[in-house]
């Protein structure tokens, strides 16, 4: 009988950089891109169906229909739920497509902002906070690899 001379294994106390989805800043940036695609998805859809709930101020220096913005958040909405699930996977391009889109997100909601002010700027926050989750966890991951 064939016997094990090193003993038993120590576990590792870091994940290993090829299991992404074991990063807790991966499923946090992945679980937010989900729902701050479906958040955009749903003003996408309110802007389209031209709902009263958006008032244009006047004068501003990026003016744009509000059924125009309303396909922009619509179509940008469902890219950023499909790289959410995308970054779940663990894939590195996901991770790069995930913070380009969630930049583009950032700066399509400040954009949006004379049209609903306080959800606008609470979406610029979350897809800056995606941003930095998943470039953290790409930092943290890549020292985790060094160590090991």
């Known amino acids: 009988m064939a016997s094990d001379t090193t003993g038993p294994r120590a576990a590792r ?16 940036a992945s679980s937010l ?4 695609g479906a958040m955009a998805i749903l003003e996408g859809i309110a802007a389209i169906s031209k709902d009263d709930i958006f008032l244009a101020t006047r004068h501003y220096v990026f003016q744009f229909s509000l059924t125009g ?35 583009l997100g950032a700066i399509a909601n400040f954009l949006w902002i ?9 979406l610029v926050a979350v897809n800056i906070f995606i941003v ?16 090991a």
Not at 79 to 92: F, P, T
């Open 69 to 103: 913005w309303g396909w922009v958040h619509l179509i940008l909405g469902i890219v950023i739920v499909l790289a959410g699930c995308a970054v779940l996977s663990g894939a590195l391009w996901a991770r790069y497509f995930g913070v380009a889109v969630a930049g």
């Open 132 to 147: 930095w989750a998943l470039c953290t966890g790409m930092h943290r991951e890549a020292d985790e690899a060094l160590r």
């Open 13 to 28: 106390a870091y994940p290993s950089p090829t299991h992404a989805p074991t990063s807790g800043t991966t499923v946090l």
């Open 33 to 36: 891109m989900i729902f701050g």
């Open 114 to 122: 004379p049209y609903y002010p306080l959800w606008a700027i609470v």
